[in-house]
């Protein structure tokens, strides 16, 4: 019976991906769940908006003990000074499922101006490389002589740079960004075997809420 619905379920994919669009549209930035944590690499304007200076590292790895599985390495710096108004940070990912590869690594600024009491306004630069490079040969594939898949593609280093805006009142905040606002071309300028070109995507953020603070050092952020 579960055999029978597999085959079911199986032949349902096939048939919607043989109907449907020529063209299918993916996720090719890291967006984390977490993004607290990830929060100069989404928006340059948090740079050295904590107490103090900290240097993080986080690993996220998921199906362990399968070869090619997806792996995400992430290091970050942050310094604030002159009582907050500007910070400067670093910050290093390195992602990889199967022969995909992508490393980058960004130094970030941030400037706050005060507006009233209450409220100010803070901005955000960052800028770093993206290093990409998909490795064909580790795949295992039913057609060896298919020519889409017939040498790796060449690492591809490629500059980038993004920009943010932060604006808070009392415990209320919005903010919007941009962390790569350059679409560089991935294949040298040169369509692949599909008559596709690829690019790096841009990604626009936008996000608002309320900071609840519970209790020294803790808070709430429904947003």
Partial sequence: MALG???????????LLAVGEETSL????????????????INPAYCGAGEVS????MTRQQWLGYSGAPENYYL??????????????LDFQRSTSGPYVQI?????????????????LRFGLRAGINSYRILYSKLLLLDPGDELFGQDVM??????????????WKDLYMEISAPLLLSNELSSGKEDKTGMLNREARLLHFESGISLSLAEGVALKPG
Wanted: net charge positive; aromatic share 14%.
């Fill in 5 to 15: 619905k597999r085959k079911t379920y199986g032949f349902l994919l096939f048939l």
């Fill in 104 to 120: 980058g690594l960004f130094l970030n600024y941030a400037y706050e101006i005060k507006l009233a009491e209450e409220s100010s």
């Fill in 76 to 89: 970050a710096m942050q310094v604030p000074f002159q009582n907050r108004k500007m910070g400067i940070g």
């Fill in 26 to 41: 993916a996720q090719q930035q890291t967006i984390p769940s977490m993004s607290e944590v990830y929060r100069i690499s």
């Fill in 54 to 57: 900290d240097l993080m590292f």
């Fill in 155 to 168: 690492q591809r280093i490629l500059p980038n740079a993004g920009a943010g805006i932060v604006y808070t």
